[in-house]
């Protein structure tokens, strides 16, 4: 495989950082898992669905699970929201309904939800910045798994439920709803935005592995 091929031949070099964009044959796999800790900071970038699925397909690829998960340092899953335009957002009071989701809503004065239009001269006009849209580029949500030992020996085995539920309690696991909203909290995107995208089932991840 030439993408495997030039791969090897890049670490070969002793590089203090590599990346490996779209990873998804099981040789490449390999050859990024196999120097381990004292190897150089490789960065891995594949499609999942999920931070689970990652998981999931990296030890499939790799083929061992020592190997997998012993040099591995953390993962990031990654979805993008488009961010609102701050030329005509419109700010609200969030609905005391929030908090029954679990959303911290008590120190939150107001949320913001997509505009489109603005005043002028008594006229409602499509706002000039966003073409009326209501969102102007996107900004990263990241759901963040940090491994430790606990964590590693759960993966190791094959325990991945296991694994998330010990990286929650060590607070070494960020949601992707915890990052969701506080982007939405800053106001930087709208809460049915980020309802949105959580509910895709399509999305990139990066690894990030010391091998």
Request: contains cysteine; charged residues 25%.
């Amino acid at each position: 495989d030439n993408y495997s091929a030039q791969l090897q031949t890049v670490i070969r070099r002793d590089p203090d950082v590599v990346l490996a964009a779209d990873l998804t044959d099981e040789e490449s796999a390999k050859i990024v898992s196999k120097p381990g800790k004292e190897g150089p900071l490789i960065f891995v970038s594949m499609k999942a669905s999920s931070l689970s699925d990652v998981l999931s397909k990296w030890a499939a690829l790799v083929s061992n699970p020592r190997k997998s998960f012993d040099g591995l340092q953390a993962v990031v899953y990654q979805k993008l929201v488009r961010k609102l335009c701050e030329n005509c957002r419109v700010a609200y009071k969030p609905s005391p309904d929030l908090a029954k989701q679990g959303l911290p809503i008590k120190t939150i004065e107001h949320l913001y939800r997509k505009g489109g239009t603005v005043e002028y001269k008594n006229k409602t006009n499509p706002c000039p910045i966003c073409n009326g849209t209501g969102y102007i580029g996107q900004i990263g949500v990241f759901e963040t798994l940090f491994l430790d030992t606990e964590t590693r020996k759960f993966l190791i085995a094959g325990d991945l439920k296991g694994a998330l539920s010990n990286a929650q309690r060590s607070k070494r696991l960020i949601r992707l709803q915890d990052s969701g909203w506080k982007i939405v909290a800053s106001g930087q995107t709208s809460l049915e935005e980020f309802g949105r995208i959580n509910k895709k089932k399509s999305s990139k991840k990066k690894t990030k592995s010391s091998t």
